[in-house]
T-cell receptor, first 114, second 117 residues
């Protein structure tokens, strides 16, 4: 069990560029979540997948954001036409498919938009 | 609406003092789960404890203890004899059903604990 991994760990980009982040969940976990965390705040829910199906999207997720989880394994989060307000830590987490299952978090991808 | 409130933004204590972190939640569900996570300076969130809404027994794990009171919608976390290694941001979270029939985890804004030597 290698835990949840995220790549890259840090990303610096210029405003208007597109960025893509990857998350590899724990292999037997069929639920995968994306959260965003800004300084001094708790993780804010963005979206989650059960296997390959995207079941819920937050209203925080504008049309510039898209997430995929092909084949129910790894997931990607893409942000198009980045804005300075997108600067944050993007956290991925996975869990078993039960409500009582807690989240296992990855180390996060820190995005800085200049 | 579902909500988790951690009113204490930052707490500083001297090593060996006891400290309690407060968490108040709101939910319409009768069945729900509450969690505490720790985020050390390294940044990765670590699970500490889970509690379901039907189990109001307090729990103790070493220097950590949790007090769940449904009557006041609170799930407080106490660290006894705090140590410098306890310095971190602590988040309370609620697992709640969504309108689409699935569930998601809602986090509070966190309490930053500083334990001074």
């Amino acid at each position: 069990d290698t835990g949840v991994s995220q790549d890259p760990r840090h990303k610096i980009t210029k405003r208007g560029q597109n960025v893509t982040f990857r998350c590899d969940p724990i292999s037997e976990h069929n639920r995968l979540y994306w959260y965003r965390q800004t300084l001094g705040q708790g993780p804010e829910f963005l979206t989650y997948f059960q296997n390959e199906a995207q079941l819920e999207k937050s209203r925080l997720l504008s049309d510039r954001f898209s997430a995929e989880r092909p084949k129910g394994s790894f997931s990607t989060l893409e942000i198009q036409r980045t804005e300075q307000g997108d600067s944050a830590m993007y956290l991925c987490a996975s869990s078993l498919d039960s409500r009582e299952g807690h989240l296992f978090f990855g180390p996060g991808t820190r995005l800085t938009v200049l | 609406a579902q909500k988790v409130t951690q009113a204490q933004t930052e707490i500083s204590v001297v090593e060996k003092e006891d400290v309690t972190l407060d968490c108040v939640y709101e939910t319409r569900d009768t069945t729900y789960y509450l969690f505490w996570y720790k985020q050390p300076p390294s940044g990765e969130l670590v699970f500490l404890i889970r509690r379901n809404s039907f189990d109001e027994q307090n729990e103790i794990s070493g220097r950590y203890s949790w007090n769940f009171q449904k009557s006041t919608s609170s799930f407080n976390f106490t660290i006894t004899a705090s140590q410098v290694v306890d310095s971190a941001v602590y988040f309370c979270a609620l697992s709640d059903f969504t309108t689409s029939g699935t569930y998601k985890y809602i986090f509070g804004t966190g309490t930053r604990l500083k334990v001074l030597a």
